[in-house]
């Protein structure tokens, strides 16, 4: 999986018709900044109102999965968010002018071959996984629906479908690594019965809905007249089919379509959880309503979790944004003053490193000798040059600039910092810099604990001034 942000390098546009307003569209992806995360903008309305791809906007679910943000909705946005998932694409603004994004050939492929035209652009800021802390489980005993949710580092998902259909009979679908979900998953099409057909249309549904972008299972013998019908009801000039089998005698594209249709499926809706998932899905029998239901849940979870996320969480193995020898070429500090050991998270507000604190750090010899603490003003120096990077990020060419620290308020040490600690470094901007001044609160943690913290001031000063 990736561990970095992503975005698209430029623009891309589909066009169709929605599969069930029946409207014609114009779909158009655009890159976004980082922590922007997926949102899409009905341009046809006054005001060009946002809608957050967000489980708590979701308003209808009917056939596919609709949300509404400001008096703005766009209908069935499933498939387009498993595109995206399915490429680890974290930011990107969706332009819309009509109420549905296309259903092209009713899967995600056309999504995903546009996407990968343009090009990913990777992006200077770790993802914000939501790793699925303990077992979490969704249930509808009349419908035999069930979900469940297991920590696992990755993100796989495991299908099981049972129509009780002598055409289909019971399937399955997985998907071990999310990096195969282009290859493995995005072609499969969306389908249902024939004898559900005449249900939609009267619920003003499938009004885009065609032998190129669905498939209708017949799981009963069809009289000729009820292929006059259909026919009719397609504007085709002729419908066949086998006895038992597929309307039009469509060939899938995989043995188990279906099953990995609701996988396509099952992976849109969890997008609307808000954050990449780490978890082993498992869901029997899934459809949208017990997606939404499930990522509801999960989203809650997370909520729950919100208060601890304020602690940067390092992990040895994540790749460094800038390395100890960036940060050489960056900060003009030498020994015995070059604190900041590397930089793992940085982006427009934000930016997290590291001080590995070892027994041959010079300040031990002299700082209570037999009883060696790391001294308050050196942690304070070692936050103040994590913040430097944050603001040398801002402007081009940063080796033209020296940083300096001109304030501290509200400083604050809370536990002893001494050899053998990993000090984690967070500063945040508190505002917009202004004429290269900038106000950060920056906080220190040891094993997750709070150690110090302070609200400091800094500017950026041209070196041939």
């Known amino acids: 999986m990736q561990t970095k942000q992503h975005t698209i390098k430029k623009e891309v546009t589909v066009s169709g018709v929605g599969l069930h307003t029946g409207v014609p569209a114009n779909m158009t992806f655009k890159p976004a900044k980082p922590n922007h995360g997926i949102k899409f903008k009905r341009i046809d309305l006054e005001g060009g109102p946002i809608v957050d791809a967000d489980v708590d906007n979701v308003v209808d679910l009917s056939r596919g999965t609709s949300i509404e943000q400001s008096g703005a909705r766009i209908n069935t946005v499933e498939h387009t968010l498993a595109a995206l998932v399915g490429l680890e694409i974290d930011n990107v603004l969706i332009e819309l002018d009509g109420p549905e994004p296309p259903i092209m050939d009713g899967s995600s492929i056309k999504f995903v071959e546009a996407l990968r035209e343009v090009g990913l652009e990777e992006q200077g800021v770790m993802r914000n996984f939501f790793e699925i802390p303990e077992s979490v489980f969704y249930k509808e005993e009349d419908r035999q629906v069930e979900l469940a949710a297991l920590p696992l580092n990755d993100y796989r998902l495991t299908v099981m479908v049972d129509y009780n259909s002598p055409v289909l009979g019971s399937q399955h679908a997985s998907l071990n690594h999310i990096s195969d979900f282009a290859e493995e998953i995005a072609s499969s099409r969306t389908f249902c019965f024939l004898h559900e057909l005449e249900m939609l249309r009267k619920n003003n549904l499938i009004k885009g809905g065609n032998f190129n972008n669905a498939i209708v299972v017949v799981d009963k013998v069809v009289k000729e007249e009820e292929l006059a019908e259909l026919a009719e009801l397609f504007n085709l000039p002729k419908v066949e089919v086998k006895e038992e089998g597929i309307l039009n005698n469509v060939e899938l594209r995989h043995n188990n379509e279906p099953a990995r249709h609701k996988l396509l499926d099952l992976v849109g809706d969890l997008a609307l959880a808000g954050r990449p998932l780490k978890g082993q899905i498992l869901a029997a029998r899934p459809g949208h309503a017990a997606n939404i239901a499930f990522a509801k849940k999960i989203k809650r979870l997370m909520q729950k979790s919100v208060k601890n996320e304020s602690i940067p969480e390092y992990d040895p193995k994540m790749p460094a944004v800038l390395d100890i020898n960036q940060i050489a070429q960056v900060l003009p500090h030498a020994y015995p003053f070059r604190l900041v050991d590397k930089i793992f998270q940085l982006d427009e ?55 300096y620290f001109v304030g501290i308020d509200n400083c604050r040490f809370k536990k002893m910092v001494v050899p053998g600690d990993t000090l984690i470094l967070k500063c945040e901007l508190l505002a917009p810099i202004k004429r290269g001044i900038a106000k950060m609160k920056g906080k220190g943690f040891v094993a997750g604990k709070l150690v110090c913290e302070a609200s400091m001031s800094a500017c950026l000063v041209k070196k041939d001034m």
């Open 349 to 403: 507000t934000s930016v997290t490193g590291i001080k590995n604190v070892t027994i041959n750090e010079p300040f031990f010899e002299g700082h209570f000798p037999g009883n060696p603490v790391m001294p308050g003003v050196l942690q304070i120096e070692a936050m103040a040059q994590t913040g430097g990077i944050l603001l040398l990020n801002t402007v081009d060419n940063p080796e033209e600039y020296w940083t």
